[in-house]
């Protein structure tokens, strides 16, 4: 996981940010929540924050959707190839 680069966001003028979270496996629905709302207090309200969901790493995370649901902002995308589970997102 890459750490957050204001500098680089600011010199590329990035109108999206891609957020790949790599921890599905140990997945901590607390840590989840703070990570996404370190996340989302510190960047600019601009960039659209695109989620990676967890079923592109295995379809067995399919079963955390729910969960990050309860947690996530609702102005994110996700890049995903079940739309169907993030009907509020999508």
Do not use: G, R
């Amino acid at each position: 996981m890459e750490t957050l680069n204001h500098k680089l966001i600011e010199l590329s003028e990035s109108k999206y940010l891609w957020v790949d979270y790599s921890q599905y496996a140990n997945f901590n629905i607390k840590e989840y929540a703070n990570f996404i709302t370190n996340l989302y207090n510190n960047i600019d309200k601009n960039l659209e924050l695109i989620i990676v969901s967890p079923e592109l790493y295995d379809p067995s995370f399919i079963t955390l959707i729910p969960q990050m649901q309860k947690v996530l902002p609702y102005n994110v995308s996700i890049c995903t190839k079940k739309p169907e589970l993030w009907s509020h997102y999508v």
